[in-house]
């Protein structure tokens, strides 16, 4: 008998089945299933969701991939997502079991994956939205998604699930059977000074369509946003030494990077002396040529250009090269020894969070001597 070496594989199979056939069942007892995606805020798209549907009534648990894998709960509190086995998107009948036990009538779920095949397949079997909003289709991920904004979109697409309204101002979907822009409605005067983190005013805007289509009052989802804790790669600013520390590692792209730069830009001037730390990721190495136009704008106003990171030296020298001017390598070490903040200086953190950035900003965290508001101010 040869064939005995199939029944393992078969039950394999079946043990699969079954599994996919109970996670159906427990999404159709979640009414409200919401997927992020997008190439730019993502994470803290889905964070502002879950902060709003819970200040509004609707009992909501994220998932968050962002720079630290988290879930967040009802209540506010956040865990780390279980990875016994790496990243994988069939965590998510893990993390729909956890849902339905703190009684979740809403997921948020960040789409965690990149290409297209895959995105279909989490949307399609693991979530099976009934909204999802696309964030924006800037180019990243080139390898998977495309080389161009319309490519990106395309590949992108491949997340979007039959019956679903999607959330977006992206003209790029406007052919889907149900689109609801975002919100359009003026906020209230200074709302976006209450968020312990930069909130951009598209993003909050996203998040109210949403609450919006779950059922949540306006008012109600205004006032529980603010209340949403950031991700770590918008976390800060810190104080630690005589350093005042901008976390931008996550903005990833050029624009938001600028945005975030403008908005600290006065506080960090006052320090006299302002570094741009970049953060290299070998597996970003595109991402180079797209940040020389911030960089330079940066460096003629005086700053000081320094790379860390993966093959830092290489990245260093093509600054160096593209931009005239000297660019050092500091080891990723460095970024958490008290010595490298005793100047008084103010450091913009650019580029991607992964890595070096994160071991940076877990420093900052534990050794800040004040929580600083999101313009960079002191509390």
Same mark, same amino acid.
């Given at each position: 008998?040869?064939?005995?070496?199939?029944?393992?594989?078969?039950?394999?199979?079946?043990?699969?089945?079954?599994?996919?056939?109970?996670?159906?069942?427990?999404?159709?007892?979640?009414?409200?299933?919401?997927?992020?995606?997008?190439?730019?805020?993502?994470?803290?798209?889905?964070?502002?969701?879950?902060?709003?549907?819970? $200040?509004?009534?609707?009992? %909501?648990?994220?998932?968050?991939?962002?720079?630290?894998? @988290?879930?967040? =709960? !009802? /209540? &506010?509190?956040?865990?780390?997502?279980?990875?016994?086995?790496?990243?994988?998107?069939?965590?998510?009948?893990?993390?729909?079991?956890?849902?339905?036990?703190?009684?979740?009538?809403?997921?948020?779920?960040?789409?965690?994956?990149?290409?297209?095949?895959?995105?279909?397949?989490?949307?399609?079997?693991?979530?099976?939205?009934?909204?999802?909003?696309?964030?924006?289709?800037?180019?990243?991920?080139?390898?998977?998604?495309?080389?161009?904004?319309?490519?990106?979109?395309?590949?992108?697409?491949?997340?979007?699930?039959?019956?679903?309204?999607?959330?977006? $101002?992206?003209?790029?979907? %406007?052919?889907?059977?149900?689109?609801?822009?975002?919100? @359009?409605?003026? =906020? !209230? /005067? &200074?709302?976006?000074?209450?968020?312990?983190?930069?909130?951009?005013?598209?993003?909050?805007?996203?998040?109210?369509?949403?609450?919006?289509?779950?059922?949540?009052?306006?008012?109600?989802?205004?006032?529980?946003?603010?209340?949403?804790?950031?991700?770590?790669?918008?976390?800060?600013?810190?104080?630690?030494?005589?350093?005042?520390?901008?976390?931008?590692?996550?903005?990833?792209?050029?624009?938001?990077?600028?945005?975030?730069?403008?908005?600290?830009?006065?506080?960090?001037?006052?320090?006299?002396?302002?570094?741009?730390?970049?953060?290299?990721?070998?597996?970003?190495?595109?991402?180079?040529?797209?940040?020389?136009?911030?960089?330079?704008?940066?460096?003629?106003?005086?700053?000081?250009?320094?790379?860390?990171?993966?093959?830092?030296?290489?990245?260093?020298?093509?600054?160096?090269?593209?931009?005239?001017?000297?660019?050092?390598?500091?080891?990723?070490?460095?970024?958490?020894?008290?010595?490298?903040?005793?100047?008084?200086?103010?450091?913009?953190?650019?580029?991607?969070?992964?890595?070096?950035?994160?071991?940076?900003?877990?420093?900052?965290?534990?050794?800040?001597?004040?929580?600083?508001?999101?313009?960079?101010?002191?509390?």
């Amino acid at each position: 008998m040869r064939w005995w070496w199939l029944i393992p594989l078969v039950a394999l199979v079946l043990a699969g089945l079954a599994e996919r056939a109970a996670h159906a069942r427990r999404l159709r007892r979640i009414p409200v299933r919401i997927l992020v995606n997008g190439t730019r805020g993502k994470t803290s798209v889905t964070r502002l969701i879950a902060a709003a549907l819970n $200040a509004g009534g609707v009992r %909501a648990v994220a998932k968050c991939t962002g720079s630290d894998p @988290r879930e967040i =709960l !009802p /209540d &506010g509190t956040e865990r780390p997502t279980p990875r016994p086995h790496g990243a994988r998107i069939t965590e998510l009948f893990g993390f729909v079991r956890r849902a339905l036990s703190h009684e979740a009538r809403a997921i948020v779920v960040e789409c965690m994956a990149v290409l297209p095949e895959t995105q279909r397949a989490l949307s399609r079997h693991l979530v099976q939205p009934t909204i999802i909003v696309m964030t924006n289709a800037v180019v990243d991920h080139v390898d998977e998604l495309g080389a161009d904004e319309r490519e990106t979109a395309q590949g992108l697409a491949f997340s979007l699930y039959p019956g679903a309204v999607l959330v977006t $101002a992206e003209q790029f979907f %406007a052919d889907w059977p149900q689109v609801v822009p975002p919100d @359009r409605d003026q =906020l !209230p /005067d &200074g709302y976006l000074d209450r968020f312990s983190f930069p909130a951009f005013e598209h993003n909050v805007r996203l998040a109210l369509a949403v609450a919006a289509l779950a059922g949540v009052d306006r008012e109600d989802a205004l006032r529980g946003m603010p209340l949403a804790q950031p991700d770590i790669g918008m976390a800060g600013p810190f104080e630690v030494g005589s350093s005042l520390i901008v976390n931008a590692f996550a903005a990833n792209d050029p624009a938001s990077t600028q945005a975030r730069y403008e908005l600290a830009l006065p506080q960090m001037a006052a320090r006299g002396h302002v570094v741009m730390l970049y953060n290299h990721r070998a597996d970003r190495i595109y991402r180079l040529k797209g940040f020389l136009p911030f960089l330079r704008g940066a460096l003629a106003h005086g700053a000081q250009l320094l790379v860390t990171g993966e093959d830092a030296a290489s990245a260093a020298r093509y600054f160096g090269r593209q931009l005239s001017c000297p660019c050092d390598v500091v080891p990723p070490a460095r970024l958490t020894d008290a010595a490298f903040y005793a100047p008084r200086q103010a450091i913009f953190c650019v580029g991607n969070i992964k890595g070096a950035g994160a071991d940076m900003i877990h420093y900052c965290m534990d050794q800040q001597k004040e929580p600083c508001h999101a313009d960079g101010h002191l509390s």
